[in-house]
Each structure stands twice: as structure tokens, then as C-alpha cells.
């Protein structure tokens, strides 16, 4: 997948997780580190919210349970942002591809 689906991906989740801008040149795995950190603070504080923004992104029932429920404690909110992030960057790539 490109740089740009990497990019619009980030465009997107930062709307839906409230991240922050990056602002030096974009990495893929610094901004997974940020939607992890927003991950982990909706598992504590708002989990009803989480699973709408997972339900819109369409992550898919199954691979959420898998995740929660398979995943070791300290890697579960890492897990699911790799999960959405790559769900989301698929999305994007289907887009263009038909559009």
C-alpha cells in the first residue's frame, strides 16, 4: 500500500481518535503509536465510543473479540490500532481502486 493511503489513513483516524498533527515528516509507525495511546484511553475512559468508531470503520466483529480477548493485557490497545490502521489504509486503497 502507498504513502499516501498511510497518509489519507492518518487524515481520517485523527478526525475519529482527536490525535494530534504531526508535525515532522509522516512515519506510519509513530502514528500508530499516537492512535494506540488514544486506543488505551478509550479502553479506560469511553469503551461504548471505541466500538462505534470500530463499528464505522467496519473493523469486523470477530478480529475486535480476537483481539480482546486474545491479546495480552499490555499489547491489547496496540493490537486494535494496528487492526484499525490497517483496516482503514484497505478502505482507502478500495476506494481508489474503483473510483
Same mark, same amino acid.
Request: a positive charge; one cysteine or more.
Given at each position: 500500500?502507498?504513502?499516501?493511503?498511510?497518509?489519507?489513513?492518518? %487524515?481520517? %483516524?485523527? &478526525?475519529?481518535?482527536?490525535?494530534?498533527e +504531526? &508535525? /515532522?515528516? *509522516?512515519d506510519?509507525?509513530?502514528?500508530? %503509536? *499516537? #492512535?494506540?495511546?488514544?486506543?488505551?484511553q478509550?479502553?479506560?475512559?469511553? *469503551?461504548?465510543? #471505541? +466500538?462505534?468508531?470500530?463499528? @464505522?470503520?467496519?473493523l469486523? /466483529? /470477530?478480529? =475486535?473479540?480476537?483481539? +480482546?480477548?486474545?491479546?495480552?493485557?499490555d499489547?491489547?490497545? #496496540?493490537? =486494535?490500532? @494496528?487492526?484499525?490502521?490497517?483496516?482503514?489504509? %484497505?478502505?482507502?486503497?478500495? @476506494?481508489? @481502486?474503483?473510483?
Open positions: 500500500m502507498s504513502q499516501d493511503s498511510s497518509k489519507d489513513a492518518f %487524515l481520517i %483516524l485523527r &478526525k475519529d481518535f482527536d490525535l494530534p +504531526l &508535525k /515532522e515528516s *509522516f506510519e509507525e509513530q502514528a500508530i %503509536l *499516537f #492512535l494506540s495511546k488514544a486506543v488505551s478509550l479502553l479506560d475512559r469511553d *469503551f461504548e465510543r #471505541l +466500538l462505534q468508531i470500530c463499528y @464505522r470503520i467496519d469486523g /466483529e /470477530e478480529k =475486535l473479540k480476537k483481539i +480482546l480477548h486474545e491479546s495480552k493485557p499489547q491489547v490497545s #496496540l493490537d =486494535l490500532a @494496528r487492526a484499525l490502521w490497517e483496516r482503514q489504509k %484497505l478502505k482507502i486503497e478500495i @476506494r481508489k @481502486r474503483y473510483s
